[in-house]
């Protein structure tokens, strides 16, 4: 979002006020843009300021429910001994924005060690919650998670932080150890390092077709409240596999929000075809519609750009057709 009045003013003339305030409820951004128009005394045309009026409290609602929820779980882990990381959510919301309640997410992520799986799975339980398996991208990583659901909201157990394409995962035994600790209103929590934590931010962006605008407001936010280590970011993108979804992240960051990532982009540059590509792959206009993160083949075939080297774009073409094979099976 434009973070100078005059650039808002600019923004607000010039488009569809409603195509505007659907667009920032498409993206989870209604009670940052809210705000961002009331620090800088800007009235939207009736009738669309009490619409993103109505989808601002929409999101507090929802960022309220989902700050219950991960207290609760957090609670519930340390009853049952359960060491965790938190991902993403409330936890990453209260370190980046002033109203935390204003970046609402849709579940809460935790990352424990498999040996906990089944102590995590009784402490949600006690909160209501039970197994659950909703389609989703994950599948198409085949991510290893456990998804629990219950009228608390829903509650994603990674037992990695992430996987991408053609097998890219993390080292997790070296981000567990430098998982680092803090306080989330009142409770002891863990979060990913820093340098960890932006390589995952970004790399699930990318690997995701920046589905939603907040990923790129969350990743521009980082950058100014965390002063990274390039060369670390780096090497970890390289070494797990994410260094394209990473470099084609800053490259929309720096292109869709004139964010100086200069140095980063020393430290982990693009091919200049890279940069091409990416300019027509991710242009404002697909951005918007969404369409491409949205199609299962258009998706899968994103994904396969994004692959570090000829060996995981193999894997990704063979472990896709594998999928296939089992979805048509399932469904005859």
Request: hydrophobic fraction near 50%; charged fraction near 20%; aromatic fraction near 8%.
């Amino acid at each position: 979002m434009p973070a100078h009045p005059a650039e808002l003013r600019a923004l607000v003339a010039g488009v569809d006020q409603g195509a505007l305030v659907a667009e920032a409820a498409r993206h989870g951004l209604s009670a940052i843009f809210a705000e961002d128009l009331s620090r800088a005394a800007i009235d939207l045309c009736a009738p669309w300021g009490a619409t993103l009026a109505r989808d601002a409290q929409a999101v507090f609602a929802a960022a309220l429910k989902l700050r219950r929820l991960t207290l609760a779980t957090v609670d519930a882990f340390a009853e049952k001994g359960v060491e965790a990381v938190l991902l993403k959510g409330y936890g990453l919301a209260s370190r980046l924005y002033p109203q935390p309640l204003a970046r609402v997410a849709s579940d809460v992520d935790v990352w424990v060690r498999p040996p906990d799986r089944q102590a995590a799975g009784a402490a949600l339980h006690a909160l209501g919650l039970h197994p659950a398996n909703p389609a989703g991208f994950a599948e198409d990583f085949d991510e290893p998670h456990d998804v629990y659901a219950g009228a608390a909201g829903m509650v994603e157990v990674h037992f990695t932080p992430a996987v991408g394409p053609g097998g890219a995962a993390f080292p997790d035994a070296e981000l567990w150890k430098r998982a680092v600790s803090a306080q989330l209103d009142g409770r002891r929590v863990r979060y990913l390092a820093p340098e960890d934590e932006f390589v995952f931010l970004a790399a699930h962006a990318a690997n995701h077709a920046f589905l939603r605008a907040s990923w790129l407001v969350d990743l521009q936010r980082y950058l100014t409240a965390y002063q990274l280590d390039w060369a670390r970011v780096a090497g970890l993108a390289r070494q797990s596999g994410f260094a394209t979804a990473v470099a084609s992240a800053l490259e929309v960051l720096e292109r869709a929000l004139r964010v100086d990532v200069s140095s980063a982009r020393r430290a982990l540059p693009a091919r200049p075809w890279q940069g091409l590509v990416n300019g027509r792959l991710f242009s404002p206009r697909l951005l918007a519609s969404a369409r491409l993160a949205q199609g299962r083949v258009s998706a899968f075939l994103l994904r396969l750009w994004l692959v570090d080297s000829p060996a995981r774009a193999v894997r990704h073409l063979r472990d896709g057709a594998g999928r296939l094979v089992k979805r048509l099976g399932t469904e005859s």
